[in-house]
């Protein structure tokens, strides 16, 4: 079974930093692109960016409004993404979603974590 | 960035009606990277429609997907109680990908 589980959300101040994780099991995760989406509360879903696989280099896309600040990683050996997010600002306010991209479902993200809510607030 | 625009924005139906749900694009793009996605409250979005026109696992036949360029369609033939949520188009054809803002579907 594909699992898709999101950790590290929590209550930040503005300009500090929080580093998500994304935990992959049932599908060979080194073969896979893995994006982040982001919901605000009562919003609807903003693309965040992606990791691609070793094959394609891990190659990086973000949102352009999130580039400086948001970068994305993964370590193949722990089936395991992340999402370090820097200098956060009460718009980061969401819940953060992992999903993946699979050539199967012509790479539209066919699963996805349960979400981890991140509070920017003082 | 290509800008998706949904609409309407809310459609309000009863079961067993027809849903037509639009997504256009300010360009045009390649049909191949367009999908559909349903999302209900407290819950992540899943996965309709890929490739403007093929279900995904599991979907039902009920939902059907067309469309090309800049105008894509997602249709509900028969609404059943657990299709009311909000639906969402997505491309990711080129960089940023991008969703629609969401059309709810919600009981008359």
């Known amino acids: 079974e594909v699992q898709l589980v999101e950790s590290g959300g929590g209550l930040v101040q503005p300009g500090g930093s929080l580093k998500l994780s994304c935990a992959a099991s049932?599908?060979?995760?080194?073969?896979?692109?893995i994006h982040w989406v982001r919901q605000a509360s009562g919003k609807g879903l903003e693309w965040v960016g992606r990791?691609?696989?070793?094959?394609?280099?891990?190659?990086?896309a973000y949102a352009a409004s999130l580039k400086d600040r948001f970068t994305i990683s993964r370590d193949d050996t722990k089936n395991t993404a992340y999402l370090q997010m820097n200098s956060l600002k009460d718009e980061d306010t969401a819940e953060y979603y992992c999903?993946?991209?699979?050539?199967?479902?012509?790479?539209?993200?066919?699963?996805w974590g349960q979400g981890t809510l991140v509070t920017v607030s003082s | 960035e290509i800008v998706l625009t949904q609409s309407p924005g809310t459609l309000s139906l009863c079961p067993g009606e027809r849903a037509t749900l639009s997504c256009r694009a300010s360009?045009?793009?390649?049909?191949?990277?367009l999908a559909w996605y349903q999302q209900k409250p407290g819950q992540a979005p899943r996965l309709l429609i890929y490739?403007?026109?093929s279900r995904a696992t599991d979907i039902p036949d009920r939902f059907s997907g067309s469309g090309s360029g800049t105008d894509f369609t997602l249709t509900i033939s028969r609404l059943e109680p657990e299709d009311f949520a909000v639906y969402y188009c997505?491309?990711?054809?080129?960089?940023?990908?991008?969703f629609g803002p969401g059309t709810e579907v919600a009981i008359k």
């Open positions: 049932g599908f060979t995760f080194s073969g896979s692109a």
């Open positions: 490739g403007a026109s």
């Open positions: 997505q491309q990711y054809d080129d960089l940023p990908f991008t």
């Open positions: 990791i691609k696989s070793k094959a394609a280099d891990y190659a990086t």
């Open positions: 360009q045009s793009f390649s049909r191949r990277f």
């Open positions: 999903t993946r991209s699979h050539v199967d479902n012509g790479w539209a993200y066919d699963f």
